[in-house]
């Protein structure tokens, strides 16, 4: 908020370069919010994926958490105004990969009851089968 009474003071001054330079700083401030929302919804995806592929089962809880997940990433990712996404496929593929990891640690305490270290969790899945998995889901 405090930028946006900046910008008006910036513009009614007549200082339009300044404004210009607010304008952009704003808009990466705005990406940057999309980018993490995307980024904390895929480990959420793919939390559930490892839990799906370690333990061969599902549950209808992780099947609702996919699902939501899903959408949030689809939903955050679309440009409204001007169409087309935020992220590219490779850019979205590079983001479910950065977020893998925490997803791993995550998946180690929630699967199996939390008697599996994270480095035990990744010998019973593919990375690249979940994050397959995950870029399908996302690009329906």
């Given at each position: 908020?405090?930028?946006?009474?900046?910008?008006?003071?910036?513009?009614?001054?007549?200082?339009?370069?300044?404004?210009?330079?607010?304008?952009?700083?704003?808009?990466?401030?705005?990406?940057?919010?999309k980018l993490n929302k995307?980024?904390?919804?895929?480990?959420?995806?793919?939390?559930?994926?490892?839990?799906?592929?370690?333990?061969?089962?599902?549950?209808?809880?992780?099947?609702?958490?996919?699902?939501?997940?899903?959408?949030?990433?689809?939903?955050?990712?679309?440009?409204?105004?001007?169409?087309?996404?935020?992220?590219?496929?490779?850019?979205?593929?590079?983001?479910?990969?950065?977020?893998?990891?925490?997803?791993?640690?995550?998946?180690?305490?929630?699967?199996?009851?939390?008697?599996?270290?994270?480095?035990?969790?990744?010998?019973?899945?593919?990375?690249?089968?979940?994050?397959?998995?995950?870029m399908e889901l996302i690009l329906?």
């Amino acid at each position: 908020m405090e930028e946006l009474l900046e910008l008006k003071d910036l513009l009614l001054a007549g200082n339009v370069s300044d404004a210009l330079l607010l304008v952009e700083e704003l808009t990466e401030m705005s990406k940057d919010d999309k980018l993490n929302k995307i980024f904390s919804f895929s480990i959420i995806l793919i939390l559930h994926l490892i839990k799906q592929h370690a333990e061969k089962r599902s549950t209808r809880s992780w099947e609702v958490s996919i699902t939501n997940s899903v959408r949030q990433i689809q939903r955050t990712n679309k440009r409204r105004k001007t169409g087309g996404n935020y992220l590219t496929p490779p850019e979205l593929k590079e983001t479910l990969e950065d977020a893998y990891c925490s997803a791993l640690r995550q998946a180690a305490l929630e699967a199996f009851e939390g008697k599996y270290e994270a480095e035990e969790i990744v010998k019973m899945v593919d990375k690249n089968s979940i994050i397959n998995q995950a870029m399908e889901l996302i690009l329906e």
